[in-house]
């Protein structure tokens, strides 16, 4: 049977792609951040993983208002990426784990988990941003789950913890002798277009941290379950917690997570953490 063997959440802030952005940043900040990527790969590599399934938002360059789904799976042969260039990132295809993506879009099919599909689901810097610093080698096969957490209404948070524990479900019920790993990316908190653009609440920011790594996820939904309560603590970027809270769902019991780093990043106008999800 397959199994998790780690997750990943952190920040996806476009300007972590280029050496340019990460030089505008205080030296005790690009310390600490790189510091967490860093221990974030090395668990990745340690854990063996064979897959990687992400979950990560779109930012309109994929998906728009004509055909906007809730939750988004690559069942293709490869994702390309990326969509829109711009940032330093560099042009890269990807296996999908073709087989294991279409498991969990029919496992979903038949229980109430109704995932939109693409055969030709372009990547974003929601994921090649972090994976630039995650997977350098770019070799890992991966499933791209997109979630709505850009344009309202969106699925709840709540709705997003469940279907990652759906999806960890499905990956334990696949027969086959595989090993994945989990990423989710986006937030923390961050404004983007409106005049509030560069505000950054890192109250909140710790507050969320806090929770999750408390296994705390009900307390969130609940007291953010209207978008609009949500974004008004946290900026339109924040938003993306929704991605974090699918990663937790997926996790099984064994694997706890734990805080690698946190820097509320003016000169990334980005509350920018990683939280790390393993058995030790």
């Not at 994702?79 to 496992?107: K, Y």
């Not at 957490?149 to 709840?156: I, K, Q, R, S, V």
């Not at 603590?233 to 990663?247: M, Q, S």
Request: charged share 20%; proline share 8%; with cysteine.
């Amino acid at each position: 049977m397959a199994e998790i063997v780690a997750g990943i959440a952190c920040s996806h802030v476009p300007f972590m792609a280029s050496e340019e952005n990460w030089q505008r940043l205080a030296e005790p900040e690009r310390n600490k951040m790189r510091a967490g990527f860093t221990s974030a790969r090395q668990l990745l590599e340690e854990s063996r993983a064979e897959v990687l399934i992400t979950f990560a938002d779109d930012h309109f360059d994929r998906c728009f208002y004509d055909n906007l789904p809730a939750f988004l799976i690559g069942v293709g042969e490869e994702a390309a990426g990326p969509a829109v260039p711009g940032f330093g990132l560099p042009q890269v295809r990807l296996p999908i784990a073709g087989d294991l993506a279409r498991f969990i879009l029919r496992q979903g099919l038949e229980s109430g988990v109704d995932f939109a599909f693409s055969e030709e689901l372009a990547l974003d810097h929601a994921e090649m941003a972090p994976m630039m610093h995650l997977t350098p080698h770019w070799n890992l096969p991966i499933i791209p789950i997109v979630v709505n957490a850009f344009a309202p209404p969106m699925p709840t948070l709540k709705r997003c913890f469940d279907v990652g524990a759906f999806v960890g479900q499905c990956v334990e019920r696949w027969p086959h002798n595989r090993r994945v790993a989990v990423l989710g990316t986006g937030g923390l908190s961050h404004w983007v277009g409106p005049p509030e653009t560069g505000k950054i609440n890192e109250e909140f920011d710790r507050w969320f941290l806090e929770r999750l790594i408390a296994g705390e996820v009900p307390e969130i939904a609940n007291r953010y379950a209207r978008y609009e309560d949500l974004e008004a603590v946290a900026g339109n970027g924040g938003h993306e917690v929704r991605d974090w809270l699918a990663v937790a769902g997926a996790m099984p019991a064994h694997l706890q997570p734990r805080l690698l780093a946190y820097e509320p990043l003016k000169a990334w106008s980005t509350g920018t953490g990683i939280v790390a999800w393993s058995a030790n």
